[in-house]
Every structure is written in C-alpha cells, then in structure tokens.
C-alpha cells in the first residue's frame, strides 16, 4: 500500500542551511521528505534555495518591538504555507499557529535556563524573563503554539524538550 504523499511546509525566519542548527536540521529534514516524494515549501523572511525544496520568501515588516516582529513574521510564514496548500505545518522558532513546534535546540524554556546556568558556572533555576524582553515574547508564542487548535504537537530532537516543563508542551522526543 502507497502511502500519501503531503505538501509540508517549513517555517524559519532564515532558511539558510550555511548558518548550522536549526537551519542545517530542518535542511536535513526537507531532504528526507523529499527524497520520499513529499513537496516541501520552506516559507522563510530570507534565505537561499535547496534543491527539491518550494522556497517562498516573505521579508518581515518591522514593529515597534521585537516581539511583536517575531509574531507578525510568524503569522506571515504560517499563512505563506497555507496559501501554498501545505497539509502539515513544521514550525522551529516562535510561532503561534503550527501542527508541529520542531524546536531544534529544545523548549525556550529550558534553553533561557541552561544558558543562565552556563554563565553563573552552576545550577541557576529558570526565571521569567522582563516583561520588555523579546524572550517573554518568544515563550507566549512557545506556549500559544502547544496549547493551539492546531494540535500543539511538539517533536524535540534535543534533550532539552524532554525535560521542558509539561505546561509548555504535549508531547516531545528526546534523543
């Protein structure tokens, strides 16, 4: 039996697999689903082509803050892919309105926490970020895409999404 072949659409702001991490992964990651005959469209604000892969290029209009940058970029890439008849939304930074968050480097949660204990040289617990501060915006559209009518599926190739705090996510993957 054959199985479906999607449309699947991809979510960055930068698609440019040159930049390593979420980049290079999600590269990886539209190779596969092409080379199994799916279509892959990657709706980024910039980046370069990648052979098999749909690129649809929707700059960012700039807001009075960054956070209100990134929701509107979201909201722009997410439509983007729709537009383009994508069945399946993968999202990897911030965004509101996906089928699956695929945050590459774990929860932002456990990332703003890991980087603080990294810089104190121990064990520091997570705090809230200020309220001025572009991560309060990054952890709302965390939080919006997992809690979502969409689904809020959350498939974490990092550790760190195993270990992110089960009020931020469904389900995740640890490696």
Do not use: N, Q, Y
């Not at 992964?25 to 080379?35: I, K, V, W, Y």
């Amino acid at each position: 039996m054959e199985r479906k072949k999607l449309a699947v659409g991809l979510v960055i702001d930068r698609w440019d697999e040159a930049r390593g991490g979420a980049e290079r992964a999600l590269a990886d990651l539209a190779r596969g689903l092409a080379a199994r005959g799916h279509r892959v469209v990657a709706c980024a604000a910039a980046g370069a082509s990648l052979d098999d892969v749909e690129l649809r290029l929707l700059p960012a209009r700039r807001a009075l803050t960054r956070g209100r940058t990134e929701r509107a970029l979201g909201e722009r890439l997410v439509r983007g892919a729709e537009d383009a008849g994508c069945d399946v939304v993968i999202g990897v930074r911030h965004l509101a309105r996906v089928d699956v968050l695929w945050p590459h480097g774990g929860a932002h949660a456990a990332t703003l926490a890991a980087l603080r204990s990294m810089r104190a040289g121990r064990d520091v617990p997570a705090k809230a970020p200020a309220p001025w501060s572009r991560h309060r915006a990054f952890l709302a559209l965390e939080r919006a895409a997992l809690d979502g009518a969409r689904g809020g599926s959350c498939a974490c190739p990092s550790s760190c999404g195993a270990s992110s705090p089960s009020s931020t996510r469904r389900r995740s993957t640890g490696s």
